[in-house]
């Protein structure tokens, strides 16, 4: 596609409840990251995916919250029982190489709220 | 490992008089350097990049940044704000040579007074 796809573009869930968060990549980059923004807050890392290497998860809040990558392309975010605290927008972006030169292009995100 | 202090969360200029953005960064690697922009309920843009070419970036809508190594600094200006230019401003460092994830600032807001 033209550009970072994130779906759905807001989820209002209850809290205990598990909730999927789906991005979609540009076709062809290698490189597929994960954030946070809470209200009035920074971006805050949670995974980076590079590749065939294993995912960089240093970001990640709890064992509540993982993620994944099928085939090199779509990534799924999952939290497991949702609390109120994990109310944010969630970003996806992706990026063309492993090098760092390389900018990241960023989604619409993803407006999480649990109820 | 990469880190990036911008030295104030918010910045209120009068329309049409010069805007400083202030980003210090700590790397053990040579970095690669960004700023984003962020407008009210809209996605994140690049405004501009160093990648270890000159040291003067330009980038869109008139700002422009200079990396100074000696202060391991890389702050934003622009010559003239504009009312369009209110929005939050992220600095971002990223290791250069190889993959790596990319380390956000907490953000300056920017403020316009007309």
């Known amino acids: 596609g033209a550009g970072v796809s994130q779906s759905p573009s807001n989820k209002v869930t209850e809290k205990g409840k598990d909730v999927e968060l789906r991005c979609d990549p540009i076709s062809g980059h290698t490189a597929l990251y994960w954030y946070r923004q809470s209200l009035g807050q920074g971006l805050e890392f949670l995974i980076y995916f590079q590749g065939n290497s294993a995912p960089d998860k240093s970001g990640l809040p709890s064992d509540r919250f993982s993620a994944e990558r099928t085939g090199g392309s779509v990534s799924t975010l999952t939290i497991q029982r949702t609390q109120q605290e994990d109310s944010a927008v969630y970003l996806c972006?992706?990026?063309?190489?492993?090098?760092?030169?390389?900018?990241?292009?960023f989604g619409q995100g993803t407006r999480l709220t649990v109820v | 490992a990469q880190s990036v202090t911008q030295l104030d969360s918010h910045v209120s200029v009068s329309e049409g008089t010069p805007v400083l953005l202030r980003c210090n960064y700590s790397?053990?690697?040579?970095?690669?350097l960004f700023w984003y922009v962020q407008h009210p309920n809209k996605g994140l843009q690049l405004l501009l990049k160093?990648?270890?070419?000159?040291?003067l970036v330009k980038g869109i809508n008139g700002f422009e940044a200079e990396f100074k190594k000696s202060e391991t600094s890389f702050h934003l200006t622009k010559p003239s704000a504009h009312m369009s230019d209110a929005a939050e401003y992220f600095c971002v460092v990223r290791r250069y040579s190889s993959a790596s994830k990319i380390i956000f600032g907490s953000g300056t807001r920017l403020s316009i007074r007309p």
């Open positions: 790397s053990s690697y040579s970095p690669s």
């Open positions: 972006a992706s990026s063309l190489a492993s090098q760092g030169d390389t900018e990241a292009f």
């Open positions: 160093y990648t270890s070419a000159a040291t």
